[in-house]
């Protein structure tokens, strides 16, 4: 089964409005999560680290004003994008690594359109 | 810095063996994931290998690892219609698996019937 859940799968808001994105790791505990932007036919790329009961690291080059990230728990991160503007619609997905360090997985993805 | 590529596309026959490439540029200990993503999805790990082994076999998938020439690459077996899907190949960023993937552009792999 899932091993980490986003919600929504999709999304689509009005310029200026803000959007919410949750991350659960279902079968443990994350002090670490991560968020990734993937837009149509191209790769992932990192956006930012999200740590529990502290502040989240960003990537060099994503503004942190404009995608807020929190993680309350230790089994849920949200990224907030605020203002949303129509080149922000993209792929966003957010992963868990498994304690001990090996296995990374990974959300559905949350698609969010932006019109 | 850091980098990962991957060939951006394969062909293959149902019952054909795909291999998909993949060549990294850290040479640090580091861990190298296969995802797989199907349309509009996210993504499914398939497999993992440290970088201090030079295969993994699972079922149909077998990842081999040239370390010299850090090359990685992944082998589908006996490729049916439903593994038609994009290919990630990940490096996590080393010194040490943070969870910090680097990925490669994907590979989409068609199967044809």
């Known amino acids: 089964g899932a091993v980490v859940s986003q919600h929504p799968s999709w999304v689509i808001c009005k310029s200026g409005t803000s959007v919410k994105i949750e991350c659960r790791s279902l079968?443990?505990?994350?002090?670490?999560m991560f968020w990734y932007r993937q837009f149509p036919k191209q790769s992932l790329m990192l956006m930012a680290t999200?740590?529990?009961?502290?502040?989240?690291?960003?990537e060099q080059g994503v503004e942190k004003d404009k995608f807020l990230i929190n993680h309350a728990s230790l089994t849920l991160s949200t990224l907030t994008v605020t203002s949303a503007h129509p080149e922000d619609s993209s792929f966003y997905i957010c992963?868990?690594?498994?304690?001990?360090?090996?296995?990374?997985?990974f959300g559905q993805g949350t698609r969010l359109t932006v019109v | 810095g850091e980098d990962v590529e991957q060939s951006l596309f394969l062909s293959v026959r149902e019952g054909d063996s795909s291999v998909i490439n993949c060549t990294y540029t850290?040479?640090?200990?580091?861990?190298l994931y296969w995802y797989k993503q199907e349309p509009g999805a996210g993504l499914q790990l398939l497999t993992y290998?440290?970088?201090?082994?030079d295969m993994k076999q699972d079922q149909r998938l077998t990842v081999l690892l040239n370390k010299k020439d850090k090359h990685l690459s992944l082998r589908i077996a006996d490729t049916q219609t439903g593994d038609s899907a994009i290919y990630f190949c990940?490096?996590?960023?080393?010194?040490?698996?943070?969870?910090?993937?680097?990925f490669g552009q994907g590979t989409t792999l068609q199967v044809k019937p």
């Open positions: 992963s868990v690594l498994r304690p001990g360090n090996t296995e990374a997985f």
């Open positions: 079968d443990f505990q994350a002090t670490t």
């Open positions: 999200s740590n529990e009961g502290s502040k989240a690291t960003y």
């Open positions: 850290d040479s640090s200990s580091t861990y």
């Open positions: 290998i440290f970088s201090n082994m």
């Open positions: 990940a490096e996590s960023i080393p010194p040490s698996n943070t969870g910090k993937l680097i």
